[in-house]
């Protein structure tokens, strides 16, 4: 089945202590994106990728670290989560890009405390 | 960035009623993408309408483009309660501007 795989998809952590959520597709698409959704914000794009070793900043990078190694694999990284990146995240990948539409991930609902 | 707008922000109905749902801007699209979003799931494409004017129906979803491109509308015809969502409206241009700004979105409940 073609998907986009998050994981963990609930995870509550501490101010500071480095984590990562993982993001993998199977659909062999070049672009990946990452977004997080917040109550009257929307959904927000804080990195994409077009594709293996390219990566750029969207709307809300600040305090996310990405890396595109393989094809398939977009981990989000946060080195040092403070409350204010307590939200929901989606991952989402796409053929070549917007004009082909996005499969999104199922969501990873981050709570730091 | 291309800024799109979308109204109404929230929408309560009853099964059976219509509603129409809005996406504007003040920027010309090429085309544009609907996605629906239900609770505790990502979103799913549902439409891209590429020509001005474009009408295109998904059961009873009727989607259209603006004459201008700068709009778009998404109709449904007797709601049902397996239409509560999210509604999300995103700028589908090709070429290499890939930063994508979806709008706020219209939730819609639809009460049995």
């Known amino acids: 089945e073609a998907q986009v795989t998050q994981n963990p998809r609930y995870l509550i952590t501490v101010t500071g202590k480095k984590l990562t959520v993982t993001c993998s597709q199977n659909m062999n698409h070049e672009y990946m994106s990452w977004y997080r959704q917040d109550p009257g914000l929307g959904l927000r794009q804080i990195y994409y990728?077009?594709?293996?070793?390219?990566?750029d900043k969207g709307d809300v990078p600040e305090g996310y670290k990405v890396s595109r190694k393989e094809k398939r694999n977009f981990p989000l990284i946060l080195e040092s989560p403070s409350p204010n990146q307590t939200s929901l995240y989606f991952c989402?990948?796409?053929?070549?890009?917007?004009?082909?539409?996005?499969?999104f991930g199922s969501g990873t609902r981050l709570t730091v405390v | 960035t291309q800024l799109l707008e979308q109204s109404p922000q929230f929408l309560s109905i009853q099964e059976g009623e219509n509603l129409t749902v809005y996406c504007n801007s003040s920027?010309?699209?090429?085309?544009l993408q609907w996605y629906r979003q239900e609770p505790g799931e990502g979103p799913v494409l549902l439409v891209t309408?590429?020509?001005?004017?474009e009408v295109k129906k998904l059961k009873r979803l009727t989607f259209q483009f603006g004459d201008a491109r700068k709009d778009s509308s998404l109709h449904i015809t007797a709601a049902q309660p397996g239409d509560t969502g999210l509604y999300l409206c995103?700028?589908?241009?090709?070429?290499?501007?890939?930063?994508?700004?979806f709008g706020i979105g219209t939730k819609l409940q639809v009460i049995p």
């Open positions: 990728s077009m594709n293996v070793e390219v990566t």
């Open positions: 309408v590429v020509t001005g004017g």
């Open positions: 995103a700028p589908a241009d090709s070429g290499g501007y890939q930063k994508v700004t």
């Open positions: 989402a990948s796409s053929l070549t890009g917007r004009k082909d539409g996005y499969t």
């Open positions: 920027s010309v699209f090429s085309s």
